[in-house]
């Protein structure tokens, strides 16, 4: 049976979050029922990361089965057809047996996204974090640096995640502001559950001088959630991109930018290769 990987790009404002749930909008209840019209049959898709509610991505990776034979076309076409104006999929490719979504890939990119001014924004409702008062991003740098590596990441998991070890390797945290705009950029192997939005949040705690930068190192070592900020919310995060073994000629979209946002500027390490350490 062939194996077919997907790029997806969605607004998560309107969905529970990725997971299937029954009597609820999902992303992969959506993915999962376009795709289903255009194979002919059920659709079972998998995705790398499992976004929650609230949770956007422009560079989600999916894949599933289906006897059908089409194009790369016909199923980007067939299921956007089919999909809800708010989530795309970008590319379709036909994929190796052993190709596996989300245990083949090598590292996930995540960008939260704040507007940082004293109004909030009307073009950006639901798509950025809105923080008043205003941020240091140097501060913020700098405690991003105390969690680079690899580290039992305990203090910035949820107490529903599921995953067996908090042990992740966090390959780069930078943060960039422009104008009234602060992107910050996570890469790691794998992520915890609100882990990112649990970092944010830190971030956002120092940017405000509420703690020293040194506090990132401090919560990190606790491994206590309790001694970390509140949890930054959902509409400010993407999932950005998602590297896989090169031998699978994914296509690449170093060109994807924040044009749902208009008048948004660029940041300069949004398309631009990652740094692995």
């Excluded at 059920?42 to 509610?53: H, I, L, N, S």
């Excluded at 910035?156 to 992740?168: D, L, M, N, S």
């Amino acid at each position: 049976m062939p194996r077919v990987a997907i790029g997806l790009e969605y607004h998560g404002g309107g969905y529970v979050g990725w997971q299937a749930q029954a009597g609820l909008p999902t992303i992969q209840g959506v993915v999962e029922a376009a795709l289903g019209r255009v194979a002919a049959q059920p659709v079972e898709v998998t995705c790398a990361g499992r976004t929650d509610a609230g949770v956007h991505a422009v560079g989600q990776v999916a894949h599933f089965d289906a006897d059908a034979l089409r194009t790369p076309r016909g199923w980007t076409l067939g299921a956007n057809t089919n999909l809800p104006a708010d989530v795309s999929v970008t590319w379709a490719q036909e994929v190796p047996a052993e190709f596996h979504a989300r245990h083949r890939a090598e590292s996930r990119t995540y960008c939260y996204l704040i507007c940082n001014r004293g109004v909030r924004s009307a073009l950006a409702a639901d798509r950025a974090a809105v923080v008043h008062r205003r941020l240091d991003e140097e501060r913020m740098s700098e405690a991003a640096r105390e969690l680079l590596g690899e580290h039992d990441f305990s203090a910035f998991r949820a107490a529903e995640c599921q995953a067996r070890t908090p042990v992740r390797r966090l390959h780069e945290l930078t943060v960039e502001r422009q104008g009234d705009w602060i992107a910050i950029q996570a890469t790691a192997n794998a992520f915890l559950h609100h882990m990112v939005r649990n970092i944010a949040g830190l971030l956002i705690a120092v940017g405000c001088a509420e703690a020293a930068p040194a506090w990132a190192r401090e919560v990190l070592e606790s491994r206590d959630r309790t001694r970390g900020a509140a949890t930054a919310p959902p509409g400010g995060l993407y999932l950005w991109s998602v590297r896989y073994p090169p031998a699978f000629a994914l296509p690449d979209r170093p060109g994807a930018s924040w044009a749902m946002i208009p008048g948004l500027p660029h940041f300069t390490f949004l398309g631009r290769p990652h740094v692995m350490v």
